[in-house]
């Protein structure tokens, strides 16, 4: 079912939302559904050929406007520059995506401290650095902030010591933005996703040989797909949920349930 058969297609229109790393993956998908709901779509990213060509396909897709301009999130002047930009030819953001983020599966003991650090910076640093450069913006619009996290916040999972840390801190930031900026009226929340079909996370995270076996662990039975976690981010910007901030919404298809997954394989196994 298509989010435009359950929300109005005009919810997001005339409003801004900017989304870091919004050129591909997760993020692009995330853009495309508020796009479908009339949303104008800024966006920054580390190449501005693939923020052209996603705002290119955009406006063609859903007749809105999108404006991309390069900042990498570690670079705190690239991102004043890229969200001012944004807002000269869309006007202020109602809703920013913290989106950008980096991974690669590395055991502890061999990840160099500049690869911790690298993650660290990317995710943790480039999200505080967004929602600072974004304040003047969503302070005018009483706009939301949406922090894209992951079950690496909250179970550990084997190489993944420097993504769990970033994410983490992502999660307990939100909560400390949350309880610092509801008086300007900006609500902070996290969304969780499981493994996302056609992503870079999956493509780097799980490995063509042991797909039916993650996907047999998963409660719900399959990957998840960029317009499940684009509908989770719709509906928590919305006008239906303006009294939640500081939470997290984990959309896994129960993934991350701690042992379901693999006691549930388990006694399948064992009863047939
Ligand atoms: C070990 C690695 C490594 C690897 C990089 N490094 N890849 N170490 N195994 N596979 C180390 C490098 O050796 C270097 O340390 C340090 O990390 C920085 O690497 P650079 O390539 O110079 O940095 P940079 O260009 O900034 O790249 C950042 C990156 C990269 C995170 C390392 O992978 C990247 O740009 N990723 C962006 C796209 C991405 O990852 N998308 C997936 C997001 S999925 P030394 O010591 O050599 O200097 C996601 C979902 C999580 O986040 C949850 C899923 C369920």
């Known amino acids: 079912m298509a989010i435009t058969d359950v929300f109005a297609k005009d919810l997001y229109k005339g409003k801004t939302v900017f989304i ?20 104008n779509i800024g966006m920054c990213g580390r190449t501005q050929e693939k923020l052209d060509a996603a705002c290119e396909k955009l406006s063609k897709d859903f007749g809105v406007k999108a404006c991309g301009v390069a900042a990498d999130v570690r670079n705190f002047p690239a991102l004043e520059v890229s969200m001012q930009q944004c807002q000269d030819g869309l006007g202020p953001m109602q809703v920013l995506v913290c989106g950008a983020a980096g991974n690669f599966p590395c055991p502890a003991e061999v990840l160099s401290p500049n690869g911790f650090k690298s993650v660290i910076d990317i995710d943790l640093l480039g999200s505080f650095y967004s929602c600072r450069a974004a304040f003047p913006q969503l302070q005018q619009t009483r706009g939301s902030i949406i922090f894209i996290s992951a079950g690496q916040a909250f179970l550990p999972y084997a190489m993944q010591v420097h993504v769990g840390a970033a994410k983490a801190g992502i999660d307990n930031m939100m909560k400390n933005l949350a309880l610092e900026w509801g008086r300007h009226g900006i609500r902070c ?8 079909e056609g992503t870079e996370g999956v493509k780097r995270l799980l490995p063509e040989n042991v797909r039916d076996q993650m996907i047999e662990s998963i409660p719900l039975q399959r990957l998840g797909s960029v317009e499940d976690i684009g509908s989770v981010c719709a509906y928590l910007a919305s006008p239906i949920a303006t009294y939640i901030t500081g939470t997290v919404i984990v ?11 693999h006691f549930t394989h388990m006694m399948m196994s064992a009863m047939g």
């Open 251 to 261: 959309a896994d298809g129960g993934q991350n349930l701690p042992g379901s997954g």
């Open 189 to 196: 929340n996290s969304v969780a996703p499981g493994p996302i």
């Open 20 to 39: 870091t790393g919004g050129g591909s993956g997760i993020n692009l998908g995330i853009a495309r559904t508020f796009a479908s709901l009339g949303a």
